[in-house]
């Protein structure tokens, strides 16, 4: 793995590009994936599908996942979900090794998970209302996120009632409402239109900012990637391996019109000549 | 160019939706088109009353029999056979089940043998369950219980296996304890699969009502219709077969309320 400065592709006027080692300001890595592996064992036969990878997310970052499909890219926020185990090597959260879920690390899953026979209010209340929180308490987060997230009309909704992108509103409302210390986010808008997926991508970025959680999210759409994350890590397709970490040298508040700036073009170029050669490889 | 449908184009499409004026009135037209069938044959002179009664020889029955209260008793006495068999299945079916098709361990304990014994005939039983529970209600319950648990069993299990796993991995990324799992997510997911369940067994509990009164009762629905053979009273088990199906049909109309009522947000 290598980690790219991008200074001679950018303009000079723009300095702002960093790496993972000279990273300025990043406080202690919080989440540490060391030497993960991960093979599938399906009758009999072993598939590999996260090959030794390390990554080390610091705090309050936004950390970007992208890769071919097939690539262990869910398999790897699964493991730091800690909804399957690594064949080898260590996940940790702080100082702690991810052992099993925990609400500490919420998910905003690929497909749909909202429970259909609760209502937005109360899919939102859910964890809240595992850890026995009271009422009176509840109805306050519940609320700031609903508000948050653009949902406080339809707090009385079933799931059934709304659109994909709703859901993954609300979805996003129910991981956030726990208050974890990571969010993890499996292409939560990979379902949507380019429409709604923009929109909702507005929204992330704003919520982001108000909360600045620190962010594991996957996605195979280069454009969110850059768009929303601070450094990005790039996979190789199966197995995967990260190829390459890069930061990304956009300042925030992001917003939809950088996609046409002269280091958001850059960026996408050296990720798209990356995948590009994965692509290839992968088809022989 | 933009031209309306015809009616006969909805009708011979595919799943197309038709008038609710039109599918009522093709419903209706179905039992006009039995009973006529049914009235030509018997007033006609086709068949001999002793074989098929007419519709008014029903009719006469069902007032025969409902005004010297017989009808009701043996109405009441069917009913609880029915009820209290299907209710001790459930009762224990539902959980059991939920329980066979979430962990693989009780799924390996009961599947094979659940499996063999649900494809037993419930009629080649009922001799063996005369012989050790005797010829009272018990016995009659024992049937339908023996007509329906393992078919509940099977079928809840496959509802609870169906309840996708990432809706349990969503909770536990919330906090839910594997008890708060079971209970607040496997469970309520299952909930409409297990009324469905439920309402289709039930259908089959009426089916085994029969079979239970037939061989071994002196009350019941099965029981007058075996008796009028004997006396040669077609009509009287015309009656029967008339009254069974219309509980039949009351039970499950009480079980789509249930579903509407408690699985609101699954329609
Ligand atoms: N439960 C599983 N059993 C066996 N193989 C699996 C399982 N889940 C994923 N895989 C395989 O592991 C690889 C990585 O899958 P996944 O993490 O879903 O990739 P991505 O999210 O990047 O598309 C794929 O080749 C997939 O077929
Ligand atoms: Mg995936």
Redesign the pocket.
């Known amino acids: 793995m290598s980690v790219v400065q991008l200074q001679r592709e950018t303009s000079p006027a723009n300095a702002g590009i960093g790496s993972a080692t000279s990273g300025a300001g990043a406080t202690e890595p919080r989440l540490r994936i060391k030497d993960v592996r991960?093979e599938?064992?399906?009758r009999g036969k072993n598939?590999v599908?996260?090959d030794n990878i390390s990554i080390d997310v610091p705090d309050n970052q936004f950390a970007v996942i992208v890769?071919?499909?097939?690539?262990?890219?869910?398999?790897?926020?699964?493991l730091v979900a800690g909804l399957?185990e690594p064949t080898s090597g260590e996940i940790l959260l702080g100082d702690e090794e991810v052992d099993g879920p925990g609400p500490d690390r919420g998910m905003v899953f690929?497909s749909y998970t909202l429970f259909p026979w609760l209502t937005v209010r109360e899919n939102v209340e859910f964890g809240l209302k595992r850890r026995r929180m009271p009422a009176k308490q509840r109805e306050e987060i519940v609320n700031r996120y609903l508000n948050e997230t653009g949902l406080a009309a339809f707090h009385d909704a079933y799931p059934k009632q709304l659109s994909g992108g709703m859901m993954q509103r609300v979805a996003i409302a129910r991981a956030l409402a726990n208050d974890p210390k990571i969010l993890l986010m499996?292409?939560p808008f990979g379902a949507l239109d380019s429409q709604t997926r923009n929109s909702m991508q507005k929204l992330l970025l704003r919520v982001w900012e108000e909360n600045r959680k620190t962010v594991l999210f996957?996605t195979?759409d280069i454009d969110e990637a850059i768009l929303l994350g601070d450094r990005i890590y790039v996979?190789t397709a199966?197995?995967?391996r990260l190829k390459e970490e890069i930061i990304v040298p956009i300042p925030r508040p992001r917003s939809m019109d950088m996609v046409m700036d002269a280091e958001f073009i850059a960026v996408k170029r050296r990720i798209l000549d990356l995948l590009k050669n994965e692509i290839k490889d992968d088809e022989h | 160019m933009a031209r309306k449908r015809s009616l006969i184009d909805a009708c011979l499409t595919p799943k197309s939706e038709v008038p609710a004026g039109l599918r009522y009135a093709v419903s209706t037209l179905t039992w006009l088109v039995v009973i006529g069938l049914w009235s030509l044959a018997t007033y006609g002179g086709f068949m001999k009353d002793i074989f098929l009664p007419s519709p008014s020889a029903v009719i006469g029955a069902f007032f025969r029999l409902f005004e010297d209260g017989t009808l009701q008793q043996h109405i009441w006495a069917s009913l609880q056979v029915v009820v209290i068999g299907f209710l001790i299945s459930s009762l224990i079916a539902v959980p059991l089940g939920l329980l066979m098709g979430t962990f693989r361990v009780v799924q390996a304990g009961l599947e094979p043998l659940v499996n063999f014994i649900r494809y037993l005939p419930v009629t080649s039983f009922v001799p063996l369950f005369i012989l050790w529970i005797g010829i009272g209600i018990e016995q009659r319950i024992m049937v339908i219980f023996f007509g329906t648990f393992f078919q509940q069993l099977v079928m809840i299990a496959d509802v609870s296996r169906g309840v996708s796993k990432d809706l349990l991995n969503a909770s536990y990324t919330l906090g839910a304890s594997r008890r708060d799992a079971l209970l607040h997510v496997l469970t309520p997911a299952a909930l409409p699969g297990i009324v469905d369940t439920l309402r289709i067994t039930m259908g089959w509990a009426w089916t085994y009502l029969v079979v239970a009164e037939l061989v071994a009762a002196s009350s019941g629905l099965g029981y007058i219709s075996m008796k009028a053979m004997r006396g040669f009273q077609v009509d009287v088990i015309f009656l029967a077969i008339a009254v069974i199906g219309l509980l039949g049909l009351f039970t499950d109309t009480v079980f789509r309320l249930v579903r509407l009522r408690l699985v609101p947000w699954a329609n």
Do not use: F, W
């Open positions: 991960l599938y064992s399906t598939v599908a996260i890769g071919p499909s097939g690539c262990g890219k869910s398999s790897l926020l699964y399957a690929q499996d292409e996957v195979h996979m199966r197995p995967g």
